[in-house]
């Protein structure tokens, strides 16, 4: 006569786990998702304040709206340093004809449950890209 004593409170304590192991994954899982759409809305913000940049002195002799590549990476920094996110990095580019600006922000999620397996030297990093058009409101 076999005894089964016990066997239930092993298949609890393997089911347990199981639900432990999955639902530390699904944490992980949406903590990079959020930080994915957090790094969207900055680098959509950035664009448009980016795209704020415009050459006023062209602008006034010409009647034409083109990007001043300083002056909006200066906005695209003032912009970023007011916002309370942690970026690996930002860059801003305007288009080489002045017409657009185009942004990226790069952040980074230190991995949980998750990092146990995978490979943890390099942390996983979000991108997140986005640009601009300028346009006068009358």
Known sequence: MSSDRGSVTFWMLGLSL?????????????????L????AAVADSLAVA??????E???????????DPNRAAALGIEYVAAQDVELLESAVVAAADG???????????????????VDQS???????TSSAVPVLVP
């Open 36 to 39: 994915q759409r957090e790094l």
């Open 18 to 34: 199981l639900l432990l192991l999955f639902g530390g994954l699904s944490i992980d899982f949406w903590r990079a998702l959020a």
């Open 50 to 55: 980016a795209a704020s940049g415009i050459d």
């Open 122 to 128: 390099e942390p996983l990093t979000v991108v997140a």
């Open 57 to 67: 002195e062209h602008y006034r002799l010409t009647g034409e709206v083109l990007i």
């Open 99 to 117: 017409s657009s600006v185009s942004v990226q922000v790069v952040g980074e999620l230190t991995l949980g449950l998750m990092g146990v397996f």
